[in-house]
């Protein structure tokens, strides 16, 4: 089946470590975010790119980047880690705007 | 930039019952409100949306309803069954932009 895959699905580190998490999606869809949840805070925007030259801020960019390296590979990275970054990441894409689908999510916890 | 607001955050009722939850949105020029379901450990996943240029959507048990005057929308769940048990998120979109509400969790009791 056609899914978005995040890799790793779980990940302890400790305060200052450089963290990649990882999506990967075989749907064919242009569109691939990067999402955020904390409990009563929803999902909250990190990144988005619509294709492979094309990256954006969402509304919590700071302290994160991103790279698209393919049309279907799509990384998120924490440059140096801080405990309030501790949280559950979730990869997703859409064709055109759309019905989202979403990755497993990646949980990260930030000693 | 667009805000959502959503309440109640914590729902829970009767298995059979009725359950309602509601949203606002800040940003007149939103134009499409999705409502996703996310099971404990799961994905989020779509369950319903509407567009701006319609009032009330329905699929089986669930339904949304959308005030674009006051800019609120709602989702509907009737005859609630344990499997209803999840949160539930409402977004909103402006131009490229998805916003998501804070969650509401919805617990069904047998």
């Known amino acids: 089946d056609a899914d978005v895959t995040q890799t790793p699905r779980n990940r302890i580190t400790k305060t200052g470590k450089r963290i990649m998490l990882e999506c990967s999606q075989t749907?064919?869809?242009?569109?691939m975010y990067w999402y955020r949840q904390d409990p009563g805070l929803g999902l909250r925007l990190i990144y988005y790119?619509?294709?492979?030259?094309?990256?954006n801020k969402g509304e919590i960019s700071d302290g994160y980047s991103v790279s698209r390296q393919a049309q279907a590979k799509f990384s998120l990275s924490l440059e140096s880690a801080i405990p309030n970054q501790t949280a559950l990441y979730f990869c997703?894409?859409?064709?055109?705007?759309?019905?989202?689908?979403f990755g497993e999510g990646s949980r990260l916890t930030v000693l | 930039g667009e805000n959502v607001e959503q309440h109640p955050s914590t729902l829970s009722v009767q298995e059979g019952d009725s359950a309602v939850i509601k949203c606002t949105y800040s940003d007149s020029a939103s134009n499409y409100f999705p409502w996703y379901k996310q099971e404990l450990g799961k994905r989020p996943q779509l369950i319903i949306d509407i567009r701006s240029n319609v009032g009330e959507k329905k699929d089986q048990r669930i339904a949304v309803t959308l005030n674009k005057t006051a800019k609120h929308f709602s989702l509907h769940i009737t005859e609630t069954q344990p499997e209803d048990s999840a949160v539930y998120f409402c977004?909103?979109?402006?131009?490229?932009?998805?916003?998501f509400g804070g969650g509401t969790r919805l617990m069904v009791k047998p």
């Open positions: 997703a894409t859409t064709q055109g705007t759309g019905e989202l689908f």
């Open positions: 977004a909103a979109r402006t131009g490229n932009m998805l916003t």
């Open positions: 790119s619509f294709d492979v030259k094309d990256i």
């Open positions: 749907k064919g869809h242009d569109r």
